[in-house]
């Protein structure tokens, strides 16, 4: 990818790709903040298709049984 090209980001469930080994998988890890405060888990991870690797998650939080659940994404340097 050149520089200032624009990636295209796909959710891992999404596209035909894996996770090498499921030990290696954050999906439904739990996020927390330095002190220690939890922020919600990891839902999903955007992939960037052409280099076929991670630039984003998407943090879950909040909700029962679905409802109020909310989601955000978040850059992965």
Do not use: C, N
């Amino acid at each position: 990818m050149e520089s200032g090209d624009i990636p295209v980001l796909t959710r891992l469930s999404d596209s035909p790709h894996v996770v090498s080994s499921p030990d290696e998988d954050i999906r439904g890890r739990k996020v927390t903040d330095r002190s220690g405060y939890e922020l919600g888990k990891v839902g999903a991870l955007g992939i960037d298709q052409e280099e076929q690797k991670v630039r984003f998650l998407v943090l879950e939080h909040g909700g029962f049984l679905g409802i109020g659940h909310s989601h955000k994404h978040r850059d992965r340097p």
